[in-house]
């Protein structure tokens, strides 16, 4: 996505001394969206100067404690600095740029903006000034263009101490005050929390509401507040807000009247909330407009909704629920995370939740998934049931056919067998941290699209075939021809599985089990990642097979010291553990070295044996060619010398008298 093209002219850096030069060489140039990305601390920025086209520029994680000089730029539209350890913006600072619309000043260390700072910005629609120490409200009175009315502005996380009777707020849709010390709200005032070194009196740290433009006011936040008094009068004034998070507050007791009768919120957020019910410990509101409640840690026990219920989404989590009564068969997310569930959750008779596609029911206290779990939820995709008590399925617990399941999440509970469900839409599935012993032969066949699987954690998982020769579940894992992702991590296996066959395999997790060689050529070619720590490796072989290797990790092994790591050492190198030699070691005999500087200096293999052989092998045949040259040489010397070397000699033909 991102083009690193050089978009830019010039760019003052000082870097270490000023040098002109191209911003995307120490940034991010995106050129489909013209955008300037810079995150780099080590930067420093002093004038600031763009191409025509460029609309964004995010000067994230920077020290600059003011802003940079802007040369003239019309068409930024957005300018971030978050994170950039800013105490001060001065009064022209955005005068080039007369474009803006959106403004991020997030996570700086801001008191104060100058009145003028913002007039000249005629589009401006967004400000964000979330995490500063601003605490005067005043500072921000009068501070946009005329006529400009903000599509938002973020004030969370300012310790806002200070405002007076005669402070306006600015005009604003989305306004976010969460955890600005506000310590309580009624249909006249918003009143901050005193505090020592500021003015303490009530009518210096109260804001008006007839002060801020309550008629355009679309979304209201008033979050982390902690225990901040919401007054029915002023829900009443904001009947008409479509988003309300006034989480952590303590609410009044007209609240759930408010809510099915006058609210036209759409999404409501109302976790840990202090409240009076009309039926104890049991929520049982929904409002006319409602698509997403929030009613977590509120100590509920009964969640009751009935069909003329709208709602989507319902976060419920960490309360004490043990019961469920939902009727409204639009709601597509459930998250009951944490709560007191022992039986699974049904739906009322005739009841079909045919819209449900998340249902998360982590952390309760279920025991067995029963018979026809899922028969009220057919169109299911994602499930989760993960941290509970689950010892058994019911080999009916999931539909036969026409589940659409993506994910499900069984992990840390207490399975020890399985059935083997028929998912033809499972891409995820979670077994990990349980005390899976086996799996059905046919356990992978009605999992045709599996993509992760995890069976970490599981102690038993291979107890019933200890060797590489016994046959075991494992054997049946090449049915899963679109599996990307195998995590066996912790489970005690002692031998390399044969994976070859994966050909989509991409990340292999072995870590913790008692696997003493590993041989590459049993791992499928396209690995990318492999995790063999805290295994009891002591060779590793053929690993130059594995060409897509990215990430390898061996740490925590009784590697021997040993020509036979020569093969992984491009992959270890790159590892950012690898000098640690608390990790990654490696034993000569009995003494412990640490791995890193053996690495750098280790070399191939060369067989010895094989090395003897050959030795043996040339010595022979070299001695049998010079010995069949030697005889050669002699024969052909012989006849050299019998033919061309021949010369006659006179035989002295006159013998000596031999006396008579
Ligand atoms: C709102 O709160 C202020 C300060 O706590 C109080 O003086 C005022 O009477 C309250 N107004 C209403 C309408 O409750
Ligand atoms: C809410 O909207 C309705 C209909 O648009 C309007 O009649 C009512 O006055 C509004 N309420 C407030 C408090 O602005
Ligand atoms: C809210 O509406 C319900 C039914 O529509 C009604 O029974 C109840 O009295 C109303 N509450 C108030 C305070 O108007
Ligand atoms: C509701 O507010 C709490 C606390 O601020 C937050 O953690 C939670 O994510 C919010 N819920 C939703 C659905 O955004
Ligand atoms: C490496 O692969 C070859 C060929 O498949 C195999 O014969 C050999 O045993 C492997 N090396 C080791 C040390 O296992
Ligand atoms: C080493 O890491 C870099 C960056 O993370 C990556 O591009 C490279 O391919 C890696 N090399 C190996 C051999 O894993």
């Given at each position: 996505?991102?083009?690193?093209?050089?978009?830019?002219?010039?760019?003052?850096?000082?870097?270490?001394?000023?040098?002109s030069?191209?911003?995307?060489?120490?940034?991010?140039?995106?050129?489909?969206s013209?955008t300037?990305?810079?995150?780099?601390?080590?930067?420093?920025?002093?004038?600031?100067?763009?191409?025509?086209?460029?609309?964004?520029?995010?000067?994230?994680?920077?020290?600059l404690?003011?802003?940079?000089?802007f040369?003239?730029?019309?068409?930024?539209?957005?300018?971030?600095?978050?994170?950039?350890?800013?105490?001060?913006?001065?009064?022209?600072?955005?005068?080039?740029?007369?474009?803006l619309?959106?403004?991020?000043?997030?996570?700086?260390?801001?008191?104060?903006?100058?009145?003028?700072?913002?007039r000249?910005?005629?589009?401006?629609?967004?400000?964000?000034?979330?995490?500063?120490?601003?605490?005067?409200?005043?500072?921000?009175?009068?501070?946009?263009?005329?006529?400009?009315v903000?599509?938002?502005?973020?004030?969370?996380?300012?310790?806002?101490?200070?405002?007076?009777?005669?402070?306006?707020?600015?005009?604003?849709?989305?306004?976010f005050?969460?955890?600005?010390?506000?310590?309580?709200?009624?249909?006249?005032?918003?009143?901050?929390?005193?505090?020592?070194?500021?003015?303490?009196?009530?009518?210096?740290?109260?804001?008006?509401?007839?002060?801020?433009?309550?008629?355009?006011?679309k979304?209201?936040?008033?979050s982390?507040?902690?225990?901040?008094?919401?007054?029915?009068?002023?829900?009443?004034?904001?009947?008409?807000?479509?988003?309300?998070?006034?989480?952590?507050?303590?609410?009044?007791?007209?609240?759930?009247?408010?809510?099915?009768?006058?609210?036209r919120?759409?999404?409501?957020?109302?976790?840990?909330?202090?409240?009076?019910?009309?039926?104890?410990?049991?929520?049982?509101?929904?409002?006319?407009?409602?698509?997403?409640?929030?009613?977590?840690?509120?100590?509920?026990?009964?969640?009751?909704?009935?069909?003329?219920?709208?709602?989507?989404?319902?976060?419920?989590?960490?309360?004490?629920l043990?019961?469920?009564?939902?009727?409204?068969?639009?709601?597509?997310?459930?998250?009951?995370?944490?709560?007191?569930?022992?039986?699974?959750p049904t739906?009322?008779?005739?009841?079909?939740?045919?819209?449900?596609?998340?249902?998360?029911?982590?952390?309760?206290l279920?025991?067995?998934?029963?018979?026809?779990?899922?028969?009220?939820?057919?169109?299911?995709?994602?499930?989760?049931?993960?941290?509970?008590?689950?010892?058994?399925?019911?080999?009916?617990?999931?539909?036969?056919?026409?589940?659409?399941?993506?994910?499900?999440?069984?992990?840390?509970?207490?399975?020890?067998?399985?059935?083997?469900?028929?998912?033809?839409?499972?891409?995820?599935?979670?077994?990990?941290?349980?005390?899976?012993?086996?799996?059905?032969?046919?356990?992978?066949?009605?999992?045709p699209?599996?993509?992760q699987?995890?069976?970490?954690?599981?102690?038993?998982?291979?107890?019933?075939?200890?060797?590489?020769?016994s046959?075991c579940?494992?054997?049946?894992?090449?049915?899963?021809?679109?599996?990307?992702?195998?995590?066996?991590?912790?489970?005690?296996?002692?031998?390399?599985?044969?994976?070859?066959?994966?050909?989509?395999?991409?990340?292999?997790?072995?870590?913790?089990?008692?696997?003493?060689?590993?041989?590459?050529?049993?791992?499928?070619?396209?690995?990318?990642?492999?995790?063999?720590?805290?295994?009891?490796?002591?060779?590793?072989?053929?690993?130059?097979?594995l060409?897509?290797?990215?990430?390898?990790?061996?740490?925590?092994?009784?590697?021997?010291?040993?020509?036979?790591?020569?093969?992984?050492?491009?992959?270890?190198?790159?590892?950012s553990q690898?000098?640690?030699?608390?990790?990654?070691?490696?034993?000569?005999?009995?003494?412990q070295?640490?791995?890193?500087?053996?690495?750098?200096s280790?070399?191939?293999?060369?067989?010895?044996?094989?090395?003897?052989?050959?030795?043996?092998?040339?010595?022979?045949?070299?001695?049998?060619?010079?010995?069949?040259?030697?005889?050669?040489?002699?024969?052909?010397?012989?006849?050299?010398?019998?033919?061309?070397?021949?010369?006659?000699?006179?035989?002295?033909?006159?013998?000596?008298?031999?006396?008579?």
């Open positions: 996505m991102r083009n690193y093209i050089p978009i830019i002219l010039q760019f003052l850096i000082i870097y270490p001394s000023t040098v030069s191209n911003l995307c060489s120490y940034c991010e140039c995106d050129s489909l013209n300037i990305l810079c995150s780099r601390p080590s930067l420093l920025i002093r004038t600031v100067s763009m191409l025509p086209n460029i609309q964004q520029l995010h000067l994230n994680n920077i020290i404690p003011q802003p940079p000089h040369l003239f730029h019309s068409n930024l539209r957005v300018l971030r600095m978050s994170k950039c350890q800013m105490v001060e913006v001065p009064t022209s600072s955005f005068l080039a740029l007369p474009g619309e959106i403004i991020d000043l997030s996570n700086n260390q801001i008191e104060t903006l100058p009145p003028t700072l913002l000249s910005l005629k589009n401006l629609r967004v400000l964000i000034l979330s995490n500063n120490k601003i605490s005067n409200l005043a500072s921000l009175e009068w501070i946009l263009a005329p006529g400009v903000l599509e938002q502005l973020d004030l969370s996380g300012n310790p806002i101490a200070i405002s007076m009777p005669h402070t306006i707020f600015p005009p604003v849709r989305q306004i005050m969460s955890s600005t010390r506000i310590e309580s709200i009624n249909s006249s005032f918003i009143v901050f929390k005193a505090q020592d070194d500021k003015c303490e009196k009530l009518q210096c740290r109260s804001l008006k509401i007839e002060n801020l433009d309550t008629s355009i006011i979304t209201l936040d008033f982390d507040n902690h225990g901040v008094q919401i007054d029915i009068s002023f829900l009443n004034i904001f009947e008409n807000v479509t988003y309300l998070d006034i989480s952590d507050s303590r609410l009044p007791s007209e609240f759930e009247d408010w809510l099915e009768n006058k609210s919120v759409r999404s409501l957020n109302i976790s840990n909330c202090e409240i009076k019910l009309r039926e104890e410990d049991t929520w049982t509101s929904c409002g006319q407009h409602l698509h997403s409640i929030d009613i977590s840690k509120n100590n509920l026990k009964h969640l009751k909704l009935d069909r003329f219920c709208g709602i989507r989404s319902i976060f419920a989590r960490d309360n004490l043990s019961s469920l009564f939902i009727e409204s068969t639009s709601v597509e997310s459930i998250h009951l995370n944490r709560n007191m569930f022992s039986e699974f739906v009322p008779p005739g009841t079909s939740l045919e819209n449900l596609h998340t249902l998360s029911l982590s952390h309760n279920l025991t067995n998934l029963p018979k026809d779990a899922f028969f009220g939820y057919p169109a299911l995709q994602h499930f989760d049931s993960s941290h509970n008590q689950i010892s058994e399925i019911d080999a009916n617990a999931f539909p036969s056919i026409g589940m659409d399941l993506i994910s499900l999440d069984l992990s840390s509970n207490q399975l020890s067998l399985l059935p083997h469900p028929i998912l033809p839409s499972l891409l995820l599935l979670d077994l990990s941290s349980n005390n899976i012993a086996t799996l059905d032969p046919h356990f992978f066949t009605g999992l699209m599996l993509q699987l995890r069976l970490s954690s599981n102690p038993p998982l291979f107890s019933r075939c200890p060797t590489s020769k046959p579940w494992s054997d049946h894992l090449d049915e899963l021809t679109s599996l990307i992702d195998l995590d066996i991590s912790n489970s005690g296996l002692e031998f390399s599985l044969h994976l070859r066959h994966l050909r989509t395999l991409r990340s292999l997790l072995l870590r913790g089990n008692d696997i003493i060689t590993i041989d590459a050529n049993s791992l499928p070619d396209g690995l990318r990642t492999l995790d063999l720590g805290e295994n009891r490796i002591q060779y590793t072989s053929n690993f130059s097979k060409e897509k290797l990215r990430d390898l990790r061996v740490d925590q092994n009784p590697l021997r010291c040993d020509c036979s790591l020569y093969e992984i050492v491009p992959h270890l190198l790159n590892q690898v000098e640690d030699p608390t990790l990654y070691y490696c034993f000569s005999g009995s003494w070295y640490p791995l890193y500087p053996y690495l750098v280790v070399r191939p293999c060369v067989n010895t044996m094989k090395n003897f052989y050959s030795i043996l092998i040339t010595t022979f045949i070299i001695s049998i060619i010079i010995v069949f040259s030697l005889v050669l040489g002699f024969l052909v010397y012989k006849k050299y010398v019998d033919h061309s070397h021949f010369i006659y000699k006179r035989i002295s033909l006159t013998e000596t008298a031999v006396r008579l």
